[in-house]
Every structure is written in C-alpha cells, then in structure tokens.
T-cell receptor, first 113, second 115 residues
Framework: AQSVAQPEDQVNVAEGNPLTVKCTYS??????LFWYVQYPNRGLQFLLK??????LVKGSYGFEAEFNKSQTSFHLKKPSALVSDSALYFC???????????FGPGTSLSVIP | DAGVIQSPRHEVTEMGQEVTLRCKPI?????LFWYRQTMMRGLELLIY????????DSGMPEDRFSAKMPNASFSTLKIQPSEPRDSAVYFC?????????????FGPGTRLTVL
C-alpha cells in the first residue's frame, strides 16, 4: 500500500534562513513524487515533481527537492525563506503503475520576519 | 486556460437539505478527483474518475454521497441529506493521466457549511 508521512506538523524558520520540509514515502516499485503548496483559502498548487533522472528537482518559487531512494525521502528545500512562503505544504506519491495519488497530512510552514 | 472551475465557492445549508457541488475540469484532462479537507482529517480523496468512469470511490464516506461525471467537462458531487459533519472544503482536481505531466490541478474549492 502507498503511504506518505510528513513528520512535522509545523515548521518555523526565520526569514532569510534555509528551510526544509520533510517527507518520507512508501510505495511498491518506482514512485512519482510531488510537492504542493496551499495558501489560505486557496486550492493546492503544484510546486515540483520527481519522475525519473536527476535526484535534485527544481520547481516554482525557488523551491527544490531531493529524491533519496535509500531513505525513501523527498524533502523540500529552499536556500532562503521568504515571509510569503508561509503556507501549508503537502507531499504526495503515486506508483508508476497506478493512477491514485496519496497525499501526506501537510506541514504548516511559518516564516518569521 | 481558466483552470479548474468549481461552483459555488461557498454554500451554507441546513441539515437535511440536498447539496450539489459542481466542477469543470481543465479541457483535455482525462482524470478528475474529488477531495474533502477538514482540520481534523486533512485532505481526503473521495472519488476519482478516469475518462468519465468512476475508478475508485472507496473514499466516499457513506451512501449520502454520490458523484457523477456525465461528460469530460463536468462533474457533480451530491450530498443528500446533508449533515453538520459534512462541513468542509471540497476540492475538485483534474490531471492528464498517462503522460509524465500528471500533476493534479486543483480548483479553488467549495466551502460547505451545514447548520
């Protein structure tokens, strides 16, 4: 069965500091991995995805994520956080052979000025 | 492209009433998903369609919930009768399954309040 864990409900970081939002997954076979962001009163927006190839994936708004197969992780990172990055972040996984995407519980990121 | 369109954006109704939520997916997408989001339960997949056919409805909470997709450009999620515990934000999303660009695109959501 597929599953996604985001071990931190809340991440606080000072503006200008690097940020990391953690994600681990479980899936049979090779995964498709995604990060989405949700701003207040909005739908989820796609940030980036890993399909195959380079383990470091770059996405929107300066975010990047690193696929680590041995640790089954796909942590989201940004070198310098902005106050406007404050939002709810969801990691998601899909097996190559299956249509259904499983979303994690979400991590609330607060960037403190 | 206008993106995924949902209506209404807000719905307030009384317990026992029928509620119908509507979704227009992005043109050309062949999969459509209905989600429910609450503080307590997070984001839950209710049902998804592929080429207008329901593929997995295991997330539909009970028989009071039903969803249809009569054509590629329209879907409804109906709750009859509604209950206060159905209060949540309901999202519709669409994607193009079968290609590598298979991220989901979400609509703005319908905030449902059942009194």
């Amino acid at each position: 069965a597929q599953s996604v864990a985001q071990p931190e409900d809340q991440v606080n970081v000072a503006e200008g500091n690097p940020l990391t939002v953690k994600c681990t997954y479980s899936v049979s076979g090779n995964p498709y991995l995604f990060w989405y962001v949700q701003y207040p009163n909005r739908g989820l927006q796609f940030l980036l995805k890993y399909i195959t190839g380079d383990n470091l994936v770059k996405g929107s708004y300066g975010f990047e994520a690193e696929f680590n197969k041995s640790q089954t992780s796909f942590h989201l990172k940004k070198p310098s956080a902005l106050v406007s990055d404050s939002a709810l972040y969801f990691c998601a996984v899909r097996a190559h052979s299956y249509d259904k995407v499983i979303f994690g519980p979400g991590t609330s990121l607060s960037v403190i000025p | 492209d206008a993106g995924v369109i949902q209506s209404p954006r807000h719905e307030v109704t009384e317990m026992g009433q029928e509620v119908t939520l509507r979704c227009k997916p992005i043109s050309g997408h062949n999969s459509l998903f209905w989600y429910r989001q609450t503080m307590m339960r997070g984001l839950e997949l209710l049902i998804y369609f592929n080429n207008n056919v329901p593929i997995d409805d295991s997330g539909m909470p009970e028989d009071r919930f039903s969803a249809k997709m009569p054509n590629a450009s329209f879907s409804t999620l109906k709750i009859q009768p509604s209950e206060p515990r159905d209060s949540a934000v309901y999202f519709c999303a669409s994607s193009l399954v079968g290609s590598l660009s298979n991220e989901q695109f979400f609509g703005p959501g319908t905030r449902l309040t059942v009194l």
